[in-house]
């Protein structure tokens, strides 16, 4: 009898843990906040959102940025925000995931996902951007030209990934210097580029591919 009792007892602790576990994961979900409050890119404080969302994760100054995608619709509305951040910590490498999505199929309505894991190696670490310099690119950016046309039916892609020792995509050309935007020749046999490459893609909200309506904006050429 003292034998069942024992295995009641320890069952019931085992059931009261798991049930911890699992409230304590819904509370982390319920938590979390999206890096872009505002509905619209052309009212959002691009930096400022960006140093409140460090905040709130404890980000630090030396985090880098891979993976990004924002789509807008032809108004300029976010559909989505994704992208990774990545942190080397001693030997290990602490990455920070970033969904937020209005109409993904495997998220509900205005639902975002931010999760955290750590790993022994990113591959690319070396050649992705500092998500301080990225941000602060893109409010620029944000400020002095249009991601969008309003053209019916048409959604906007907002990506760039690693540092490219050769950039030949289609579309057009443009340079982000210190305090400009300048146009430049598309890739040839005599002009090549070198950077990271911000690229502007029109779409059908689902499938992206660079053609001739295509931005390409190089936003930082220091490897």
Known sequence: MRIKKGYLIIGAILLVALFIGI?????????????????????????KSWETFKKEYKISDQAKID?????????????????????????KYKSIHHQ???????????????????????????????????????????????????KLNVFFQIR?????????????????GENQIDRVKAPSDKVSYMGYNLQVIEGDS?????DENTKNIIIDQKE
């Open 23 to 47: 409230f304590n994961d819904k509370e982390l979900t319920a938590k979390q906040t999206p890096i872009f409050t505002d509905k619209n890119i052309y009212e959002t404080d691009i930096i």
């Open 67 to 91: 993976d990004v995608s924002i789509v807008l619709n032809n108004q300029g509305d976010f559909e989505s925000v994704k992208f990774n951040l990545v942190e080397k910590k001693g030997n």
């Open 100 to 150: 937020s999505c209005v109409s993904c199929p495997n998220l509900q309505d205005d639902d975002n996902t931010v999760w955290t894991e750590t790993s022994s190696d990113w591959a690319a670490y070396s050649k992705i951007i500092d998500a301080d310099t990225f941000f602060a690119k893109l409010q620029f950016l944000n400020q002095n030209m249009k991601f969008t046309e309003n």
């Open 160 to 176: 760039t990934r690693e540092w490219s020792d050769t950039i030949s995509l289609p579309g057009d050309y443009f340079i982000l």
């Open 206 to 210: 689902v499938n992206f591919h660079s």
